[in-house]
């Protein structure tokens, strides 16, 4: 991979894999999914009757509709690329582990992000492999969603 | 869980657990994702250069835009939902484990899905915990995704 050809949207405040280290932590934004959301999304993405379907949703398990498991995890990624992956050097993400759908997100209910940092493994080309783990957490405090996720982050120039 | 209480989608038709086994394969449907659709979805839930700026996305690593993995895997989900979740008597996701992006997801490039049943558990309650592999690959026959993912699904009433 030849980081010489990338644009440059990189600057004095970037964060490259050098500026991190094991245990750090980045408290994300929040973000509050409304009823629309949740069955537009689901209606593109994940057609099944408890994200789409009121009625049926309000008499099934979850007495209610719940956001997909794709949705949650898109939450999350839009407030982690907001206060970390946008700011740092990132080139791309490898893979996703372990993604645990504890507590179903839900419309008009607030979750809030938070993100660590694991390992960071510095690699030929000027790129490291940065593991982290990133959770949702509702209002009351309980887990929604837990993953782990590897992407590259280039080394500073 | 009371499976009593769940809303009843579910007919002759449905797959219930029961009806699984190890080794059971799932071809499923193909997808396009648009231009359009590819920046859309990131400015929504991934607004990472390499996903939303054309320009930028050219001049970098990937030589143009790619789609986000969240979008990968929501398409992943679509092409599942249509030819197995969405037929069968599935309760919720458990998690995902071992998400791979083996290869950029590519505007206007139609990728084509496949569900493999590994494990199928009976559990109490009326369920079972259920783990199959999912790919994509794109009209080369790369893989583009590839992921295992954990369900409940009922089994037969």
């Known amino acids: 991979m030849d980081l010489s050809t ?3 949207p990189w600057d004095d405040t970037t964060i490259y894999a050098d500026d991190l280290s094991a245990g750090d932590v980045y408290e994300l934004g929040s973000y509050t999914p409304t009823r629309e959301e949740v069955m537009s999304f689901a209606e593109a993405w994940d057609p099944q009757f408890f994200h789409i379907d009121q009625g049926a949703a309000e008499r099934g398990l979850f007495g209610g509709l719940i956001a997909g498991g794709i949705h949650t995890m898109a939450v ?4 982690s690329v907001a206060d970390f992956w946008g700011k740092s050097a990132t080139i791309a ?3 996703i582990r372990d993604v645990r759908f504890i507590k179903p997100m839900r419309p008009d209910i607030t979750v809030a992000g938070r993100l660590v940092v694991d390992e960071v493994a510095h690699r030929a080309a000027g790129r490291s492999l940065v593991s ?5 957490r509702d209002e009351s405090g309980a887990s929604v969603l837990s993953l782990s996720l590897d992407a590259y982050i280039a080394r500073r120039p």
């Not at 999350?76 to 407030?79: E, G, S």
């Open 93 to 95: 993400a490898r893979g």
């Open 132 to 136: 982290v783990s990133g959770s949702l």
């Open 76 to 79: 999350f990624q839009r407030l």
């Open 6 to 8: 990338h644009p440059d």
